[in-house]
């Protein structure tokens, strides 16, 4: 699980969640006139709002923030473990709001004044909070601008140790290496003595110089592509190199991948377990 994929939202989820916790051990009813020494149960001891309210609630807070939190989708019943979550989010504030309406419940229908004075106590007051606040930022996440935003930013400076066998060279495109000032390959002309048909002091042609460097993918040639660390500003697909539409992986804000190659507008990147595949959309990338 990547934390840095979560978002703002998914923090108040998890605040939201906290609170409905802190909740369910506080009293869920209130009677006029009872002396302090009256015990009053709380959510743990009735059996329609821990289950209703309380523990629906805290496990829809849980799905929602896993599935932000893993690489591809899962899915419960043909159902994505995101929208089971806000179901079961929506449940609990639904069950919260009619335990404020009647908090007396069933003891109504046992004659008049039975009711007398019973209230929804300070826990069932918290939990429909909570349950509201829970269920408005699961919905309202993709939506509002300010809530998709990441919940951890990517670091501005980072030294990552290179996941590929050692510390890459100067010129390798990791972050904060020097870039090379030529082509790799490339070397000066030395001048020479003058040969048939050619001026005193020519420069004589290298071996390395007799042939040139075969073109890269995409028409542009080998040596104009450095490979470079970059970051993604949102998570993004990474697609297979033999063009299949199903991605391999996913790649997430706040780490580094290894740009290895330019596929025509995209990049063929390298993640941390070795697996290569496509990036098509590198608008906003940030490179190291």
Same mark, same amino acid.
């Given at each position: 699980?990547?934390?840095?994929?979560?978002?703002?939202?998914?923090?108040?989820? %998890?605040?939201?969640? *906290?609170?409905?916790?802190?909740?369910?051990?506080?009293?869920?009813?209130?009677?006029?006139?009872?002396?302090?020494?009256?015990?009053? @149960?709380?959510?743990?001891?009735?059996?329609?709002?821990?289950?209703? *309210?309380?523990?629906?609630?805290? %496990?829809?807070?849980?799905?929602?923030?896993?599935?932000?939190?893993?690489?591809?989708?899962?899915?419960?019943?043909?159902?994505?473990?995101?929208?089971?979550?806000? /179901?079961?989010?929506? #449940?609990?504030?639904?069950?919260?709001?009619?335990?404020?309406?009647? @908090?007396?419940?069933?003891?109504?229908?046992?004659?008049?004044?039975?009711?007398?004075?019973?209230?929804?106590?300070?826990?069932?007051?918290?939990? #429909?909070? /909570?349950?509201?606040?829970? +269920?408005?930022?699961?919905?309202?996440?993709?939506?509002?601008?300010?809530?998709?935003?990441?919940?951890?930013?990517?670091?501005?400076?980072?030294?990552?140790?290179?996941?590929?066998?050692?510390? &890459? $060279?100067?010129?390798?495109?990791?972050?904060?290496? $020097?870039?090379?000032?030529? @082509?790799?390959?490339?070397?000066?002309?030395?001048?020479?003595? /003058?040969?048939?048909?050619?001026?005193?002091?020519?420069?004589?042609?290298?071996?390395?110089?007799?042939?040139? &460097?075969?073109?890269?993918?995409?028409? $542009?040639?080998?040596?104009?592509?450095?490979?470079?660390?970059?970051? *993604? @500003?949102? &998570?993004?697909?990474?697609?297979?190199?033999?063009?299949? &539409?199903?991605?391999?992986?996913?790649? +997430?804000?706040?780490?580094?991948?290894?740009?290895?190659?330019?596929?025509?507008?995209?990049? *063929?990147?390298?993640?941390?377990?070795?697996?290569?595949?496509?990036? $098509?959309?590198?608008?906003?990338?940030?490179?190291?």
């Amino acid at each position: 699980m990547n934390i840095r994929s979560l978002t703002r939202g998914d923090g108040v989820v %998890i605040g939201a969640a *906290v609170l409905l916790f802190i909740a369910s051990f506080l009293d869920i009813y209130s009677i006029d006139g009872a002396p302090d020494s009256v015990s009053l @149960p709380n959510s743990w001891e009735s059996g329609p709002i821990l289950m209703g *309210v309380v523990l629906a609630g805290i %496990i829809g807070a849980a799905l929602i923030v896993v599935s932000r939190g893993l690489p591809e989708q899962r899915k419960i019943a043909g159902i994505d473990l995101g929208q089971f979550g806000i /179901a079961a989010s929506v #449940l609990a504030a639904w069950s919260a709001l009619g335990n404020i309406f009647d @908090p007396a419940s069933g003891f109504n229908n046992l004659g008049s004044g039975n009711d007398s004075g019973f209230g929804a106590g300070t826990g069932l007051i918290l939990s #429909l909070v /909570a349950t509201l606040v829970m +269920a408005a930022a699961a919905i309202a996440t993709p939506l509002v601008p300010a809530l998709k935003a990441p919940l951890v930013g990517a670091p501005k400076a980072p030294q990552p140790v290179s996941p590929y066998g050692g510390q &890459p $060279q100067g010129g390798y495109g990791y972050p904060g290496a $020097q870039q090379p000032a030529q @082509p790799y390959g490339a070397q000066l002309a030395q001048p020479g003595p /003058a040969g048939p048909g050619q001026p005193y002091g020519g420069a004589q042609p290298q071996p390395q110089q007799a042939a040139a &460097p075969a073109p890269a993918q995409g028409g $542009q040639p080998a040596g104009d592509f450095s490979p470079f660390w970059f970051a *993604v @500003p949102v &998570p993004r697909p990474l697609y297979g190199e033999d063009g299949s &539409p199903t991605p391999i992986a996913e790649l +997430a804000p706040g780490t580094w991948y290894l740009a290895v190659e330019q596929r025509g507008p995209g990049l *063929v990147a390298q993640t941390q377990d070795g697996r290569r595949g496509v990036l $098509q959309d590198t608008t906003g990338i940030q490179r190291g």
